[in-house]
């Protein structure tokens, strides 16, 4: 009998051992929280890197399940905002340009808010933006410059404006394509104005804040970054002539970097880490790294090296431990650059030219021709780890895929599919 109890406390405690080190993620993958979230374009901190753990590192052939899809969102290229139990993705309705709350459950319609005038473009209609989620408030930039603030429950319509009226700004020939960033107590956008290439305004009130007085470039198709500094709070982004550094309290224009822009489309967001920022753009040109350093209440930029071997078009670039991944040139290939050097690792026509973000040590490749890979982000070499095909809708595939919750969410002009690639865990 005392044989028999001493078992049966043995057994207790390796049950309760088990149960207390399986959340830590010890002896069983950590499953991704249902909750997580994607606040912004590019995620959380604007980088293309999510948080989730426990997902698939080997697709079926016939790529992971879907949990949902719908086809309702008309027209645009832009990415999503995952929030709560809510997602929100601009596109079209009628002539609107609008913005979508869905159900992330099941991806059916909430609410549907007209944002301003729909504009008609050869490459593609409608939106290009994602939208910004700030407490109970949304932000939302259109193809044509109208910047809404709208509460997210109900979209009530708290304050409106359109940036390139207001600051004389040009809408760029492929349309506005910026994602707004919230910034403290600021929203930052770029409408290329004379003195005002890059704005703050009151986040609760649209009011100005600021103008960069000393920047006058147009927009280009990038969205901006915001960084500390050594203690100064810097903005960051890809005019149609630079890469620029603004100060983030007063727009004070701190540096212009030339050399990795283009005149044709700079696209991709900096990559900013360890007091150091990345711009890289096509059409011949290529990247560059840039060394910041604080000095009198500024911040003072140098060139530490600039390589032909990342031109990135459009589908952004990650940094994950140390090397940067994204496509280079057109039609491609998917690179790896160690970040600090620039030396290149490796390179693979991958999916062709395309998108990309980044998860539990896989790259999650969107190529503009409808298909999507899953690749592992090492600097040995290409790895490619299962990939399926996207119907086509009569453009190219552009919208930047998003991985949070344990979901794959791939937005093709007016449809969104909802990939279950949680791991499964044994029993």
């Known amino acids: ?55 698939l590192k ?110 004389g700004g040009q809408n760029p020939g492929w349309l506005i394509s910026e994602s707004p960033l919230i910034d403290g107590d600021h929203v930052i956008v770029t409408p290329g104005g004379n003195g005002a290439g890059i704005v703050a305004l009151d986040k609760m009130t649209g009011k100005t804040v600021w103008t960069s007085k000393e920047l006058s470039d147009q927009a280009a198709y990038s969205s901006s970054i915001a960084a500390d500094v050594g203690g100064v709070r810097t903005i960051m982004n890809f005019t149609s002539k630079a890469g620029v550094g603004v100060r983030a309290s007063d727009g004070k224009l701190m540096w212009r970097y030339e050399k990795a822009a283009n005149r044709t489309a700079n696209c991709t967001t900096p990559v900013f880490s360890d007091n150091k920022v990345f711009y890289t753009s096509d059409y011949g040109t290529g990247g560059g790294l840039l060394g910041l350093s604080p000095q009198n209440g500024e911040v003072k930029a140098q060139e530490i090296y600039f390589t032909k071997d990342m031109r990135n078009r459009h589908g952004g670039v990650v940094l994950v431990n140390g ?39 896989m790259l999650y490749v969107l190529g503009e021709k409808q298909v999507v890979g899953l690749v592992e982000a090492t600097p040995k070499g290409y790895v490619e780890k299962g990939r399926f095909t996207i119907p086509d809708q009569g453009r190219e595939s552009w919208a930047h895929p998003v991985v949070v919750g344990g979901k794959l969410y791939i937005r093709n002009q007016g449809t969104l599919t909802s990939y279950d690639v949680k791991a499964g865990v044994a029993p």
Not at 28 to 35: F, V
Request: net charge positive; hydrophobic share 35%; with cysteine.
């Open 1 to 55: 009998m005392k044989g028999t109890r001493s078992m049966n406390y043995n057994r207790l405690f390796v049950l309760l051992l088990a149960l207390t080190l399986t959340p830590l993620g010890i002896g069983a993958p950590a499953p991704s929280a249902p909750n997580a979230e994607w606040p912004q374009w590019r995620g959380p901190h604007r980088n293309g890197v999510s948080a989730d753990k426990g997902l």
């Open 58 to 167: 080997q697709w079926p052939p016939a790529g992971p399940a879907k949990t949902w899809s719908i086809s309702n969102l008309g027209e645009g290229y832009g990415s999503l905002a995952v929030v709560g139990d809510r997602i929100y993705v601009q596109g079209t309705s009628g002539s609107s340009s609008a913005l979508f709350c869905l159900n992330r459950a099941d991806g059916k319609t909430v609410w549907t808010a007209p944002l301003g005038q729909k504009v008609d473009e050869g490459r593609g209609n409608g939106p290009r933006s994602t939208p910004t989620i700030d407490g109970d408030r949304v932000y939302a930039l259109t193809e044509n410059g109208d910047l809404v603030c709208l509460r997210t429950r109900d979209a009530n319509r708290l304050w409106s404006k359109n940036i390139l009226k207001e600051f």
């Open 323 to 361: 090397y940067l991944y994204g496509f280079s040139g057109y039609p491609g290939p998917l690179t790896c650059l160690e970040f600090a050097t620039g030396k290149k690792m490796w390179a693979d026509r991958s999916v062709g030219i395309g998108s990309l973000t980044y998860a539990d040590g």
